[in-house]
């Protein structure tokens, strides 16, 4: 029965994923309905943790937005930018990296990537090289980010095995940057130099692209009080968070039966995450009604019913055919975990939420035998959202580049991100796996 079971999950992820959106998380209802009323399966787990915590780090964020903070990262992102044009193919994916592992969401980057654009073709580079890195880079600090919805998810599954925020961050931080790096020194050298580029000199010729040196009119905003008290309360939470994580004797213990028992972290990150949420709000003066209309809450609202519905599916079909997948897979992915890992990275690519592909599969990889030390090093292979180019900022990123070099080829998989996207991400995913191998 489980083929005819995973056919029915398969085949409504793919329907879901076509539709797109909040409609992935509707048909995994309908694959609930098929499992539980036509196989007669009893209904797994639904991933309450998963969905709380990350519903309590997305409004924190949407306060954040709404208060003007987020902006003004963006401005402090866009000075970094202009300080050294020359070298912007390297320093563009590095603040896109960092600025998006201190915000959580890779929304910073919609923000920097016109300025990208500008800066790169005054300074006579060629702008597909700095921005095709820059929006693989913000993918893959999505994974290293203490706060971002996927590792609360990740740390949500792997709670039972006493792996705490700071063991993804051991591995995921160092990974995914020393694969960014990767991805950029291939990145620095593609395609012809900008000066010698036909298809750029055509349009500067037809007036469809300004040439190079010309200066582009930069406006810089004026922030007060408002915005920096929020950037730094926000900051602070997620320096309580990591050091709750670091330091574990800071959290509560209480009796439970005859056991004392200590505040699990992923509550600690709710708590820590609603308090500042009210903090920043207080503090910045936020209009407490429009937390719910900026970009960050409608998003993370939507990721948090599709991880419900996916995760809630998957753990469904894993836990009625547990016996069947342990003597069937279990041996092939414990032998080859790079196998689960290519999973991982074209789940992401169809459906386009790291959240939503670890919601959907990390129960099915735990059960086939991946340890939690692995999970963590093959994490950064959620990060496939480029691979199709349909994903919002690879659609930005090509729209933003007057130039023309940032492109989809005539045979769609040809695209700007194609390349530095599988570096980075095979990189990550080695050195993810040798690091866990070693430090957990």
């Known amino acids: 029965m489980f083929w005819f ?39 797994g787990k639904p991933p309450i943790d998963v969905v709380m915590i990350i519903m309590a780090v997305v409004v924190t964020v949407s306060v954040l937005q709404a208060s003007g903070g987020m902006d003004y990262l963006i401005q402090v992102a866009i000075r970094m930018l202009r300080s050294n044009p020359k070298r912007i193919s390297i320093y563009a994916p590095l603040i896109s990296w960092l600025f998006t592992f201190m915000c959580g969401t890779g929304y910073i980057a919609y923000g920097i990537l016109p300025v990208i654009a500008e800066v790169s073709r005054e300074a006579g580079v060629r702008p ?6 820059s929006v693989i880079a913000s993918q893959q600090a999505i994974t290293a980010c203490p706060i971002s919805a996927a590792t609360v998810a990740l740390l949500g599954f792997l709670a039972s095995a006493n792996i705490s925020l700071i063991d993804i961050l051991l591995v995921c931080v160092p990974a995914t940057l020393i694969g960014v790096l990767a991805g950029a020194l291939y990145a620095s050298r593609m395609g012809a130099e900008l000066a010698e580029d036909p298809a750029y000199l055509a349009r500067v010729a037809a007036g469809d692209a300004a040439p190079i040196h010309e200066k582009t009119d930069f406006q810089e905003k004026t922030f007060g009080h408002r915005e920096k008290t929020a950037v730094v309360l926000y900051i602070l939470a997620t320096v309580m968070v990591v050091a709750f994580g670091i330091f574990p004797e800071l959290r509560p213990t209480y009796l439970v039966g005859d056991h004392m028992t200590m505040l699990p972290m992923t509550m600690t990150i709710e708590i820590v995450m609603m308090i500042m949420a009210g903090v920043i709000l207080l503090a910045a003066k936020v209009d407490v009604y429009s937390v719910i209309e900026q970009s960050v809450f409608k998003q993370g609202l939507m990721g948090v019913y599709c991880v419900f519905g996916l995760a809630w599916a998957g753990d469904t079909l894993v836990e009625n055919n547990l016996a069947f997948l342990q003597g069937s897979a279990q041996d092939i992915v414990m032998a080859h975990p790079w196998v689960f890992a290519l999973v991982l990275f074209f789940l992401s690519s169809l459906i386009l939420s790291q959240a939503g592909t670890l919601g959907a599969l990390a129960p099915l990889g735990l059960s086939l035998g991946i340890s939690a030390p692995m999970m963590i090093g093959i994490f950064p292979a959620v990060s496939g959202l480029f691979f ?28 700007s991100f194609m390349l530095p996207g599988l570096i980075t991400c095979t990189v990550s995913v080695a050195i993810g796996l040798g690091l866990a191998g070693m430090l957990l």
């Open 5 to 43: 079971e995973l056919i029915v999950v398969l085949g409504m992820l793919l329907v879901g994923a076509r539709v797109g959106g909040i409609f992935l998380g509707m048909s995994s209802g309908v694959s609930l309905a098929v499992l539980i009323f036509g196989f007669g399966c009893t209904p």
């Open 128 to 133: 597909e090289r700095p921005i095709s890195i």
């Open 388 to 415: 199709i180019p349909s994903y919002a900022t690879v659609l930005a990123g090509i729209a933003f580049d007057r130039t023309g070099t940032t492109c989809i080829g005539n045979y769609v998989f040809n695209h």
